[in-house]
């Protein structure tokens, strides 16, 4: 089993749509949770970072976790077409110990 | 702030040669840098943490003696491939984290993508 599962889909949306991207992880010790977006050919760039559970919102991202059942999720807001790209989960159990990555979720935005 | 660049973007080589990528933090120094590698339709895998004036720390299953990583200054790591076989192709990210922020707060480079004939 993966430590952090995660859908590749491809998902794609209409353009304005809310987009739920999720995923799920087995490390008890995971604490901190990252979402990180990754265009194709480049390299992943931080979205967002939350600590234990519960929910944080940035602009058009939200993201919440529940550490109880060891899910975490990405809501993007009015969905555009630049938010077309990767999303990586990510998840480790603090300070420099390994970032453990799922295996990415690739959205298309359609105008 | 928080730049991370990567030299070069891309690189072909011949099998049994040697690549070198170097990772450098632009605008901040970094103590500790991080080496992945992906391949297609394949999540991130830490490869290596490089350390400042110390030896790298690698992951298990990589090979420390065909990925060479020197350290050599807070804003420079450099990943050697030695002798690179086919199977090496691979798109490779570095990443740091600047003083200040969470050892997790990763922010990465560009990557380099390597292709071996």
């Known amino acids: 089993q993966k430590e952090v599962e995660q859908d590749p889909g491809p998902l794609s949306v209409p353009e304005g749509a809310i987009v739920s991207l999720n995923c799920t992880y087995s490390n008890s010790a995971f604490q901190y949770f990252m979402w990180y977006r990754q265009y194709s050919r480049k390299g992943p760039e931080l979205l967002m970072y939350?600590?234990?559970?519960g929910n944080k919102e940035d602009g058009r991202f939200t993201a919440q976790v529940d550490k109880s059942s060891k899910y975490i999720s990405l809501f993007i807001r009015d969905s555009q077409p630049s938010d077309s790209a990767t999303y990586l989960c990510?998840?480790?159990?603090?300070?420099?110990?390994?970032?453990?990555f799922g295996i990415g979720t690739k959205l298309q935005v359609i105008p | 702030g928080a730049v991370v660049s990567q030299h070069p973007s891309r690189v072909i080589c011949k099998s049994g040669t040697s690549v070198k990528i170097e990772c450098r933090s632009l605008d901040f120094q970094a103590t500790t840098m991080f080496w992945y590698r992906q391949f297609p339709k394949q999540s991130l895998m830490l490869m290596a943490t490089?350390?400042?004036?110390?030896?790298?720390?690698?992951e298990q299953g990589v090979e420390k003696d065909k990925f060479l990583i020197n350290h050599a200054s807070l804003t420079l790591s450099t990943l050697t491939v030695t002798s690179a076989h086919p199977e090496d192709s691979s798109f490779y990210i570095c990443?740091?984290?600047?003083?200040?922020?969470?050892?997790?707060?990763?922010?990465f480079g560009p990557g380099t993508r390597l292709t071996v004939l």
């Open positions: 490089s350390n400042e004036g110390s030896k790298a720390t690698y």
């Open positions: 939350t600590y234990s559970s």
């Open positions: 990510a998840g480790n159990s603090g300070g420099y110990q390994k970032v453990t």
């Open positions: 990443s740091a984290t600047p003083p200040g922020r969470r050892g997790d707060e990763q922010f």
